[in-house]
């Protein structure tokens, strides 16, 4: 299967911007996805880019895309405590049309006060 | 209003026992999923179902038998529970079309004993 990489912590400041990285292997992924997982909780869809693009902007989340090197990461701006949780970064199955995901080990992201 | 929602929340068993958990969507989505999140939060499809027909079918042990009684719901049954089968179990859901995100639910944490 895919393999989708993170780095599996990341602490940051309140108030200080957090860059999440992940790399990709499939450079044919139409869509990249981000999703959320708090404590205890399921998976929020977070935000998602195509691959056409190079950026998205989504309030405080920007997500860049590097087709070329298949990086993609997520910069969540003024962080705040309520971000702490752990992120995944997830690409479709090469080729799929089942809607399979692959997903990264996630980054544990802890924000201090 | 809950869009997956997953019973139970927890679920606590005896090695050598049949359990199950159940999912249901209300989104109107064609295909659900299992997944198995395991306790270094590595998440893995287990199952897809499409209008209640199998699509995926991981390698997974055939003490697992998913069933999907309609496109709404989507039932995990597993027979003579081990532990290694301890995880926590998500399902989702999501639109057939191609690259339409997952939706998940909160999860069943199975705790063998």
């Known amino acids: 299967g895919e393999d989708v990489e993170q780095s599996l912590f990341l602490s940051v400041r309140e108030g200080d911007s957090s860059v999440i990285n992940c790399t990709y292997t499939d450079s044919s992924s139409t869509y990249l996805y981000w999703y959320k997982q708090e404590p205890g909780a399921g998976l929020q869809l977070l935000t998602y880019i195509f691959s056409n693009m190079d950026m998205k902007q989504d309030q405080r989340l920007t997500v860049l895309l590097n087709k070329k090197d298949k990086h993609l990461s997520l910069r969540i701006a003024d962080t705040q405590t309520g971000d702490s949780a752990i992120y995944f970064c997830?690409?479709?199955?090469?080729?799929?049309?089942?809607?399979?995901?692959?997903f990264g080990r996630g980054t544990q992201l802890t924000v201090w006060p | 209003d809950t869009a997956v929602s997953q019973t139970p929340k927890y679920l606590v068993t005896q090695m050598g026992n049949d359990k199950s958990i159940k999912c249901e969507q209300n989104l109107g989505h064609d295909t659900m999923y299992w997944y198995k999140q395991d306790s270094k939060k590595f998440l893995k499809i287990m199952f897809s179902?499409?209008?209640?027909?199998?699509?995926i079918n991981e390698t997974v042990p055939n003490r697992f038998s998913p069933k999907s009684p309609d496109k709404a719901h989507l039932n995990l049954h597993i027979n003579s529970l081990e532990l290694g089968d301890s995880a926590v179990y998500f399902c989702?859901?999501?639109?057939?079309?191609?690259?339409?995100?997952?939706?998940f639910g909160n999860g069943t944490r199975l705790t063998v004993t």
């Open positions: 997830a690409e479709p199955e090469r080729g799929s049309t089942l809607g399979r995901l692959y």
């Open positions: 179902y499409n209008n209640k027909e199998l699509i």
């Open positions: 989702a859901s999501s639109r057939t079309k191609n690259n339409s995100p997952l939706h």
